[in-house]
């Protein structure tokens, strides 16, 4: 039901915008999130998009990343500004429909395949 992309290969200090399409569900009823799972490491939370249009950000991203939504293409964005090679890792997208918890996977009901993000240095 969501479907990732726009990942790939880019250097320190470039961007890269990934989406994240949805189909079978209505974006605007839900909390949209991303995560992200580095090599070798657990999946961490980057950033939430709460229905109401509240965001949350990790520590490490804020300032560089934002989450956006498109509601007539039933899409949500992740643009990634100077990029640093720390944020290699899969993205993955998700949704969750009731709750508040937005920070653990396990707050999430529907999840995306992921998508490979590179930054070289």
């Known amino acids: 039901q969501l479907q990732a992309s726009g990942g790939g290969l880019v250097q320190a200090g470039g961007s890269l915008r990934l989406s994240c399409a949805a189909s079978e569900l209505t974006f605007g009823r839900y909390t949209v999130g991303w995560f992200r799972q580095p090599p070798g490491k657990e999946r961490e939370f980057v950033t939430a998009?709460?229905?109401?249009?509240?965001?949350y950000y990790a520590e490490s991203v804020k300032g560089r990343f934002t989450i956006s939504r498109d509601n007539a293409k039933n899409t949500v964005y992740l643009q990634m500004n100077s990029l640093k090679p720390d944020d290699t890792a899969v993205y993955y997208c998700?949704?969750?429909?009731?709750?508040?918890?937005?920070?653990?996977?396990?707050?999430?009901?529907?999840w995306g395949q992921g998508t490979q993000v590179t930054v070289s240095s």
């Open positions: 998009r709460k229905w109401g249009g509240s965001t």
């Open positions: 998700a949704a969750r429909l009731f709750g508040n918890s937005i920070y653990h996977r396990a707050d999430y009901d529907y």
